[in-house]
């Protein structure tokens, strides 16, 4: 498949790179070509550090020198459209369909008559749903030929705008796996393995500090644990991250009565993070909306049992409903619901937790990049068959319409 593929993210994070590096390799061991766009080389929302050396893909940042958050839409939207018809891709997939440059890459697609793969992690239950933005919604849904999503509800939902089901995809989010593992057991091993680190077992969470995510709640909900248990056998709790509402955390932290018991390390890097995954003794994740959750794809890398919100994108996929599963999803409204969970596992034994933690990185190792390269490489295949197949009609149609007139 010697196929060129134009791919568009805002701004290249660890995780889009992993992804881009598997699927560049991928598209060059069939004589093909990755050209990655990223809108901006900054972005307030998500301050990533990252290196850029040699890669398998054409790397092109549209705006250099410039923060995400700081561009007009009509600049985006003309850029992306410069790029497009200087590189004139064979197919292009884009993130989400309200982006400027997503609707670019949709409109110069629709144009040049070029196969258009939509990815996307939206989930019904993200949002209140309006009738007039999902109508709006499914008209530029159905002029993607495929798509590629992150899970089942993320799938069903596309369905629902419009998407032939037999045109998506799964595996759109996927992390780095193999290297926060390497990562958290290098730590284990260190000889400064515990240092700066709590010197009790401690529940982590790693978050924007949003309302979103739901962290205000969590420390009511830590509270109510901490209050349930003998302070010997209490963990703590660790929230990394930072944000808008750190401030309204940082009061529910000083309300709570275990002010000593939680931790706030701040914003870390990914390199720094795994050292907090490495020796945590639970995950957990309690946000009020969250298409995916790719904090939980490396908290499971790194073996550790999983907490999560019902509303994670991820639950599915990642905390599936067995009975020998790898952890609880539990309602992020619900505080005391909230607080039993934790219960519940602190009151695990070891053995088990770990068990549940082996399973958890056997589950996502089905979830890394490899598997969005395959998942892209797939979409790419349908994507060219439905313009194919439209076409044909296209064709049928106007010359049966010729004939009619030569009657």
Known sequence: MSTTLAISFTNFGPYHLARLRALALALNADGGRLIAYEVAGTERLYPWVREQGKEPFEW???????????????????????????????????????????TAILRWAGRERRPAILMSESQAIDHPRVWWKEAVKRTRVRRFSSALVGGPPHRNYLVDLGMPRDRIVLGYNAVDNDRYARQAERARQSVEKAQGLPRSPYFLAVNRFAPEKNLVRLVRAFARYRSSVPKAEAWDLVLCGDGPSASEVDEAIAASGFADSIHRPGFL?????????????????????????????????????????????????????????????????DVEAMSLCLTWMAALSVAERQAMGRRAREVVAEWGPE????????????????????????????????GLLSR
């Open 60 to 102: 092109v940042t549209l705006f250099p020198n410039r923060t995400l958050e700081t561009l007009a839409k009509s600049a985006c939207s003309k850029a992306m459209q410069e790029v497009l018809q200087r590189d004139r891709p064979d197919v292009v997939a884009a993130v989400g369909y309200s982006r400027p440059e997503s």
């Open 269 to 333: 890097q990914a390199d720094e993070l795994s050292h907090w995954y490495a020796f945590a003794s639970a995950f957990v994740h309690p946000s009020l909306m969250e298409p995916w959750g790719l904090v939980v794809n490396e908290a499971a890398a790194c073996g550790l049992p999983l907490l999560i919100s019902d509303r994670a994108g991820c639950g599915e996929t990642l905390v599936p409903d067995l009975p020998d599963t790898t952890g609880r999803r539990f309602d992020p409204g």
């Open 371 to 402: 598997r969005f390269a395959a998942g892209t490489l797939e979409a790419i295949g349908l994507a060219v068959d439905a313009l194919n197949l439209k076409r044909k009609s296209v064709s049928s149609s106007d010359s049966s319409s010729r």
